[in-house]
């Protein structure tokens, strides 16, 4: 399959994965293929303190981390562990997570992501270990 | 302050916070007065696989390290960073996620949080590094 | 093999790891076939500020959870990812790291370690991915 | 004190940090005042599978991210976590680990390393969670 058929899988998946969408992210991929997500400020994302809880963050970074991996398998990953540093509030503004590809192994990927605001501050970043499985996408 | 005042303290704080409440959680202290944060499954937490996503275990992990932690402060803390160990899919189980404090120091403490599935199994593990800041907690 | 062929394997298996030799660290393993690492004070393993340095600690996590997850398998393991946490100075204090495994799986374990002073102060703990390889352990 | 006075600084407390210098580690800056750690292959440096053992990796690691962090402070930084992802065996290669910092706060700095082979590959790679103590730097 190639890349961009493969793209066009990843965002069809994206649109069946309920949780990202309860959440009001949205998948996009760059030119060179890594993983866009997109997330507006909401009232119903926030901690007790009123800025964007750390686990909206980490899922921006596990999602943006696995769809950026994904693109160069035919396979379902698994994610074994992530790991998400918080740098700074995000302060109502718009924010971006994208992916970086580190290792595209037989049976491990790893891959990074950062979150940027809207005004180009990172608000935070982190990586992840994938196992390859043996089950397909779904399609 | 007493630990039972702030535990009434922080159980009011989570009631405030959106994003847990968004995704279904409940908030309870065991007697060490230890996070538990308890999670029913529901379509709307998983990812296009079918189950749950790792950014709602990531959230069930942080959530419960944070609340063991700030049992020990009147402050407002702030996660740093957390990484999160999945170990197996919780294929449609309840799941409960507890907290275990590991160091409160002056700036920095540490917490650790499990994932247990109704029947006994370990779903995922983390802990977290969160730093204590000069805010006071909301009341 | 038995559990106990593959504690004596590993303990000379051990023994030829030229590099914890080099740091003074000796090998054993608990009841429970968890590998305890022990070492001593040593001038030689400190930074500039005159106490134990991160990637001795490090070495010693690794080393622990290593060998703790390497008794339930007859292949090589290699280490993916670990985390240190350093919770408080050694202080010119003997040290020992405890391994515990938390999951043995087919293709990927994952481990813990923590690092007690002589006086039962935990000092650091860390968690370890592992990807067991094809590779038989060296004899 | 200038970025060039620190540099100049950390090169000599470098050289009073016995581990790296028993592990036979050279330390540099580029022209940005990221340090440079530069590691020869050596036996003693080796697991028991005949590859640089992993403990080593995390102490390039600590090492180049802690020395990029240090140059911003005055004061001693106290590394609070690290993480350490291997990605291929050295092999008997030159490594070179090189830090980028990531965040100066005032209480916590991040900072990430880089560990290539002499021939340009990625060996591994981490990040590392850093306090700002009130102690001054050893001189």
Do not use: C, K
Not at 35 to 52: I, Q, T
Not at 95 to 109: D, H, K, P, V
Not at 115 to 123: E, F, P, R, T, Y
């Amino acid at each position: 399959m190639s890349l961009d058929d493969r793209v066009a899988r990843l965002l069809a998946l994206f649109d069946q994965a309920a949780f990202p969408d309860h959440m009001g992210m949205h998948l996009r991929f760059d030119e060179e293929r890594r993983a866009l997500v997109d997330l507006e400020p909401a009232d119903h994302l926030n901690h007790g303190f009123g800025d964007v809880h750390g686990g909206v963050i980490a899922t921006l970074i596990d999602t943006a981390a696995w769809f950026t991996a994904a693109v160069r398998y035919d396979a379902w990953l698994a994610t074994v562990e992530f790991q998400t540093r918080l740098l700074e509030p995000a302060g109502g503004r718009s924010l971006t997570a994208r992916g970086a590809l580190i290792r595209a192994g037989r049976s491990l990927a790893v891959a990074e992501a950062e979150v940027h605001a809207s005004d180009g501050s990172l608000i935070a970043l982190g990586s992840a270990t994938l196992a390859v499985t043996g089950l397909p996408l779904p399609t």
